[in-house]
T-cell receptor, first 116, second 113 residues
Framework: EAGVAQSPRYKIIEKRQSVAFWCNPI?????LYWYQQILGQGPKLLIQ????????DSQLPKDRFSAERLKGVDSTLKIQPAKLEDSAVYLC??????????????FGEGSRLTVL | AQSVTQLDSQVPVFEEAPVELRCNYS??????LFWYVQYPNQGLQLLLK??????LVKGINGFEAEFNKSQTSFHLRKPSVHISDTAEYFC???????????FGQGTRLTINP
């Protein structure tokens, strides 16, 4: 089966510019996650969707980050305006979903953002 | 809320030597525990998970981990490592019924020939 697809793989922008990342989860997976992985740190959850509803966005910097999952399938994460500290790899993951996290999360290869 | 501490940021070992990567967690409720591996320029993939039952869990590529509730630990072990095991390893925890997976900061495993 096809895995989690993300694009672009790499993006370089200047601070205060905007950027968008796209994710297409595994077919049939109800839950979609966006994680931010700063160099040398573990992934930090930004937002979690169950179908097209938000389950957790408590760590999403809402003044500059936004995410949507229209029709409960693919998702877009946007940053506007970008700051230097947003330089990171943005990982998308999906899972079958259901009650609690017991199943496997399937990760895409990530989108590496460099803010100059 | 749950949290994870990986006690070593880097672990260098020689090829064919045994290795243990340490993970401690904190939670006020019962937990599910996971180890993920990230090879260079790739996404994370699941190595193994503990949900319930036997405290010794076996995963892919010859890895195993032991859940120790009294010590709130979930250390990862492999009796003999290979060059191909060079990667970053992440311990993660989720509370019963929680919708959130929390990751540790990762341990970089380097295998020397």
């Amino acid at each position: 089966e096809a895995g989690v697809a993300q694009s672009p793989r790499y993006k370089i922008i200047e601070k205060r510019q905007s950027v968008a990342f796209w994710c297409n989860p595994i077919s049939g997976h109800a839950t979609l996650y966006w994680y931010q992985q700063i160099l040398g740190q573990g992934p930090k959850l930004l937002i979690q969707f169950q179908n097209n509803g938000v389950v957790d966005d408590s760590q999403l910097p809402k003044d500059r980050f936004s995410a949507e999952r229209l029709k409960g399938v693919d998702s877009t994460l946007k940053i506007q305006p970008a700051k230097l500290e947003d330089s990171a790899v943005y990982l998308c993951a999906s899972s079958l979903g259901g009650e609690g996290v017991t199943g496997e999360l399937f990760f895409g290869e990530g989108s590496r953002l460099t803010v100059l | 809320a749950q949290s994870v501490t990986q006690l070593d940021s880097q672990v260098p070992v020689f090829e064919e030597a045994p290795v243990e990567l340490r993970c401690n967690y904190s939670s006020s409720v019962s937990v599910y525990l996971f180890w993920y591996v990230q090879y260079p320029n790739q996404g994370l993939q699941l190595l193994l998970k503990y949900l319930s039952g036997s405290t010794l869990v076996k995963g892919i590529n010859g890895f195993e981990a032991e859940f120790n509730k009294s010590q709130t630990s979930f250390h990862l072990r492999k009796p003999s490592v290979h060059i191909s095991d060079t990667a970053e390893y992440f311990c993660a925890v989720s509370g019963y019924g929680a919708q959130k997976l929390v990751f540790g900061q990762g341990t970089r495993l380097t295998i020397n020939p």
